[in-house]
């Protein structure tokens, strides 16, 4: 099975490819600095893959890189795709790209999967170590399913050596956590002593966030915890 990769070296990638590799698939990484040297802004070379698995992803231009993308996978037989949990439910505009990124896929005539994710563990990391540089840490009232990069990648694997699935089931962390939880838990694991305030979240986001639309509480659950991935660094 001949598979091409977006995103191959990135926070999910570098589990990916391994593991397709492994399971005997012929990987070839498309990336500005990949096999293929592409960048998914511009122009896209056709595509020669049995498989496509789309894991390139940014703060901007998501929805118009997949289109581009799905333009040149005209022989492709499976596109897999990541997304967020909430991208529907969550009025923030990266969601709102991410939820296009879905739309343009399913509108593609290719046959598909998506798989919707929780935050990644390396994500809320990346949150609370910043929030945590402050002397008093001002910690926004929210829930959140943090969920390992690594769970995501085989469960990533399972769908692309097999048949096109529509949207599957969300994927999130074993745990529901205040962000405070995840906070003050970061802050034992660095031996640091911070006081933490709430933090209100203003308008139709804040709301979302407090009703826990960004949750996912029918969808399977990955393994490893958050303190796991703590200790694990």
């Not at 040149?72 to 795709?81: K, L, P, S, T, Y």
């Not at 769908?159 to 096109?164: C, R, T, W, Y």
Request: proline share 6%; glycine share 12%.
């Amino acid at each position: 099975m001949k598979i091409v990769v977006t995103g191959g070296t990135g926070t999910l990638g570098r589990h990916v490819v391994p593991l397709l590799r492994a399971a005997g698939a012929t990987v070839t990484v498309l990336s500005r600095h990949g096999d293929i040297a592409c960048d998914l802004l511009g122009d896209v070379p056709p595509i020669e893959a049995d498989v496509v698995v789309h894991l390139a992803g940014g703060q901007k231009g998501d929805d118009v890189a997949t289109r581009n993308l799905l333009a040149a996978c005209a022989g492709v037989r499976h596109f897999v795709h990541i997304s967020v949990i909430g991208a529907d439910t969550v009025p923030l505009a990266w969601l709102r790209t991410k939820l296009a990124c879905e739309h343009a896929v399913e509108a593609s005539g290719i046959p598909f999967t998506i798989l919707r994710a929780a935050q990644f563990h390396d994500l809320a990391l990346t949150m609370v170590r910043g929030l945590a540089t402050l002397p008093i840490v001002p910690v926004p009232g929210l829930r959140l399913q943090p969920v390992d990069a690594r769970d995501v990648a085989v469960r990533l694997v399972e769908l692309a050596l097999g048949s096109p699935a529509g949207r599957v089931a969300d994927l999130a962390g074993p745990a529901d956590l205040d962000l405070r939880d995840l906070v003050r838990s970061y802050l034992t694991v660095e031996g640091k002593r911070r006081l933490t305030v709430p933090l209100p979240l203003p308008g139709k986001a804040g709301k979302a966030y407090r009703g826990g639309l960004n949750l996912s509480l029918a969808g399977d659950r990955g393994t490893r915890t958050w303190e796991e991935f703590l200790a694990g660094r």
